[in-house]
């Protein structure tokens, strides 16, 4: 069955940079019928979607945040990585890592969510 | 960016009884779109996409349709487990975006 699980810093001060990381086991990373995505859902608002990687490195991000974040991919690891630097306070969040179908991009596995806050 | 609202923002039923969810693209998105419910302190879950199809493991009880840029999730009779938040998200314009959301609380 397969299992993803993020893991990183819940404690970030403003401006720095948050970095997690998702362990997906179960199954290998290296799929040509998935993504590998990041999902936020900030205290009390809908879910944002704020990218994906497919395992040849290929990566996509919401046009809203992509000046500051950075997926990658350690196939070697089976995991993947997200990087979002110069955050706020707008960063604190819940933040999942999730499978999604590479033809219907919707989310067809979740990781448990990691809660992240952002200040001093 | 598509926009989906969602409505009722809250639905209290009692077990048993019916919900009906609905959610209202912006723009036509065909049938690209998906439901999730989310359990207090746990992530969504997939529970439908392509509108209708029910993904794997979930009960009959649920199900989904479309008219246009209108999209309903139909529980049919409602069991403890369902009382929860349900998200739809459409997938048919990048990036994918999500409605707020409505709660099925217990009546």
């Known amino acids: 069955q397969l299992q993803l699980q993020e893991s990183g810093p819940g404690l970030v001060k403003p401006s720095e940079t948050l970095s997690l990381t998702c362990v997906v086991s179960g199954g290998s990373i290296i799929s040509s019928s998935h993504y590998w995505a990041w999902v936020r859902q900030p205290p009390g608002k809908r879910l944002e979607y704020i990218g994906s990687?497919?395992?040849?490195?290929?990566?996509y991000q919401n046009p809203s945040l992509k000046s500051r974040i950075t997926i990658s991919v350690d196939t070697s690891k089976n995991q993947f990585s997200l990087r979002l630097n110069s955050v706020t306070a707008a960063d604190t969040a819940v933040y999942y890592c999730a499978r999604q179908d590479n033809t219907e991009p919707y989310f067809d596995n979740w990781g448990q969510g990691t809660r992240v806050t952002v200040s001093a | 960016e598509i926009v989906l609202m969602q409505s009722p923002a809250t639905l209290s039923v009692s077990p048993g009884e019916r919900a009906t969810l609905s959610c209202r693209a912006s723009?036509?998105?065909?049938?690209?779109l998906a439901w999730y419910q989310q359990r207090p302190g746990q992530a969504p879950s997939l529970l439908i996409y392509?509108?209708?199809t029910r993904s794997t493991g979930v009960p009959p009880r649920f199900s989904g349709s479309a008219s246009g840029t209108e999209f309903t999730l139909t529980i049919s009779s409602l069991q403890s487990e369902d009382f929860a938040v349900y998200y739809c998200q459409q997938y048919k314009n990048w990036p994918q975006t999500f409605g707020q959301g409505t709660k099925v609380e217990i009546k």
């Open positions: 392509g509108a209708s």
């Open positions: 990687i497919f395992y040849s490195g290929t990566a």
């Open positions: 723009q036509s998105i065909d049938t690209k």
